[in-house]
């Protein structure tokens, strides 16, 4: 059964930088397009990176994109996501998960999930 573990969470002033890790175990890693997701409170779970097998191709949401880079490891069985210039917007729980459908911005179509990590940005 597939196992994802975040990390890196925490309380990070605004502007600050912060790294994500999601760690994957119980199948073969490099057969997963993974991505990241985030919610906030009293707000729906929304989209924020996704990144293919390989790591050749990336995507982000628009209110992330050119301060978010998510990046794998498979070799470490490790999926990452890189934050700057943080800002009070972004707090949330970030949640990893395992896709297994064909839309990387869909929640419905991964199939596994970690349990998530607090990102909490002060202003």
Known sequence: QVQLVESGGGLVQAGDSLKLSCA?????FSSYAMG??????????????????????????????????????NANNTMYLHMNTLKPEDTAVYYCAARSGSRYYASDDYSYWGQGTQVTVSS
């Open 36 to 73: 990241w997701f985030r919610q906030a409170p009293g707000k729906e779970r929304e989209f924020v990176a996704a990144i293919n097998w390989s790591g050749s191709r990336t995507y982000y949401a628009d209110s992330v994109k050119g301060r978010i880079t998510v990046s794998r490891d």
């Open 24 to 28: 994957f175990s119980g199948s073969t």
